[in-house]
């Protein structure tokens, strides 16, 4: 029974702390749609034109930054010494790859802003 308790506790604080950092997250979204729709003096067209192209921007740049970071791991966790040169020359490239999306998706905002 004590280790039902415990368990259920413990289960309490982790969904606790998930809910909490989902809606920290939400309040810098918030926070940051406030802030830049502040800042650019959006009128009401202009936001409803501007936010559908921003957000999947940030969501498609949002992915490459966490597929970046995965990549950056992994080659924390593997020392660069213990990989082969042909692993090394992958996940290089793989970087690479990754940046020249990134920027893509960068020009592919100003354009899509722009037109």
Excluded: C, Y
Excluded at 11 to 29: A, C, H, R, Y
């Amino acid at each position: 029974m004590k280790k039902i308790i415990i368990l259920f506790i413990f289960l309490s604080f982790q969904l606790s702390s998930g809910q909490e950092k989902t809606e920290k997250i939400e309040k810098m979204k918030a926070l940051r749609i406030a802030f830049i729709s502040d800042k650019l003096e959006l009128t009401t067209e202009e936001a409803e034109k501007f936010w559908p192209v921003f957000n999947q921007f940030d969501s498609k740049h949002f992915e490459l930054q966490r597929q970046k970071k995965r990549l950056m791991q992994e080659l924390n966790v593997n020392e660069v010494t213990s990989l082969s040169d042909k692993e090394v020359q992958n996940l290089m490239d793989q970087e690479e790859k990754i940046e020249t999306e990134i920027r893509q998706n960068k020009r592919s905002l100003v354009k899509s802003l722009q037109g």
